[in-house]
T-cell receptor, first 115, second 111 residues
Framework: KAGVTQTPRYLIKTRGQQVTLSCSPI?????VSWYQQTPGQGLQFLFE???????NKGNFPGRFSGRQFSNSRSEMNVSTLELGDSALYLC??????????????FGPGTRLTVL | GESVGLHLPTLSVQEGDNSIINCAYS??????FIWYKQESGKGPQFIID?????DKRQGQRVTVLLNKTVKHLSLQIAATQPGDSAVYFC??????????FGGGTRLMVKP
């Protein structure tokens, strides 16, 4: 079974621009979560999508948004980029039922550099 | 907010020795814990998990111990190999599918 895929793998943008990152979950997984990883803050939860609805949201400004499509693929968008948005953005998928917890499997990440 | 082991220590072990990586968590209501391994340039890789109704769980060469009294997790790796060199993260599952990660521990295996 193919793993979680993320595109693009690397991205360079300038301050003020916006960016869209894409994630394809493991086949059969309906939950997609996004995380930001930086050397200073570590791994931080951004948001989770399940059945095309945002289920949970972390403590990030409104510039960070996402969506999920009917095939469970997800995108996240960051508008008005700041230097501090430079990070590795990780997507994780899980086979989530309405309740309970399930193992999250991570993709390789998208390395975003903001100049 | 809740936090899990916000430190990044380094553990250096000799190849063939056993490794023990520790993690403290703060949310006593968490009922699911996971260990991930992250190699340079890659995303976190699932190693092993444990639910709060268990104290111990074993996998291939790995064992996770959970002490709910002191809110402590540990990951034991038997016969550590050079391929085990990586950063290891513990994580607790909060509401829904929201993981809170520890700061990580870098494991270095000396040949």
């Amino acid at each position: 079974k193919a793993g979680v895929t993320q595109t693009p793998r690397y991205l360079i943008k300038t301050r003020g621009q916006q960016v869209t990152l894409s994630c394809s979950p493991i086949s059969g997984h309906r939950s997609v979560s996004w995380y930001q990883q930086t050397p200073g803050q570590g791994l931080q939860f951004l948001f989770e999508y399940f059945s095309e609805t945002q289920r949970n949201k972390g403590n990030f400004p409104g510039r960070f948004s996402g969506r999920q499509f009917s095939n469970s693929r997800s995108e996240m968008n960051v508008s008005t980029l700041e230097l501090g948005d430079s990070a590795l953005y990780l997507c994780a998928s899980s086979f989530r039922l309405a309740g309970g917890t399930h193992t999250q499997y991570f993709g390789p990440g998208t390395r975003l550099t903001v100049l | 907010g809740e936090s899990v082991g916000l430190h990044l220590p380094t553990l250096s072990v000799q190849e063939g020795d056993n490794s023990i990586i520790n993690c403290a968590y703060s949310n006593s209501a968490s009922d699911y814990f996971i260990w991930y391994k992250q190699e340079s340039g890659k995303g976190p890789q699932f190693i092993i998990d444990i639910r709060s109704n268990m104290d111990k769980r074993q996998g291939q060469r790995v064992t996770v111990l959970l002490n709910k009294t002191v809110k402590h997790l540990s990951l034991q790796i038997a016969a550590t190999q050079p391929g085990d060199s990586a950063v290891y993260f513990c994580a607790e599952n909060n509401a829904g599918n929201m993981l809170t990660f520890g700061g990580g521990t870098r494991l270095m295996v000396k040949p």
